[in-house]
């Protein structure tokens, strides 16, 4: 049985940081993303990596600003986020790829998803 599981939100003030955790279950071999949702808006892209973790991919929004690595020893997935800003405010969800190798952004190409985690930054 699949299972994604978020950890690490929280509550941070404007230019604080917070590491996100992903835990997949073991074995997998497929590349992995993360989106977020804030209220009354549609869920975005941030980041993915790819299995191997070679390539990465963010949206522009988050930059330079956040870094997605992974420890497949611990079948885990970090979101680390820094200089974080009011508008990083939302539901920040895990996903797994339908790939291992290509970095997609689309939220039709990632299969299980996690509850999510929320995270808030204030002003």
Not at 59 to 85: A, C, E, H
Not at 95 to 108: D, H, K, N, V
Request: glycine share 12%; aromatic share 12%; charged share 20%.
């Amino acid at each position: 049985q699949v299972h994604v599981e978020e950890s690490g939100g929280g509550l941070v003030q404007a230019g604080g940081s917070l590491r996100l955790s992903c835990a997949d279950s073991p074995g997998t071999i497929y590349a992995m993303g993360w989106f977020r949702q804030a209220p009354g808006k549609e869920r975005e892209f941030v980041a993915a990596i790819t299995w191997s973790g070679d390539q990465t991919s963010y949206s522009d929004s988050v930059k330079g600003r956040f870094t997605i690595s992974r420890d497949n020893d611990k079948n885990t997935v970090y979101l680390q986020m820094n200089s974080l800003k009011p508008e990083d405010t939302a539901i920040y969800y895990c996903a797994r790829s339908l790939g291992g190798t290509t970095l997609f952004t689309a939220r039709e190409m990632y299969g299980y998803w996690g509850q999510g985690t929320q995270v808030t930054v204030s002003s």
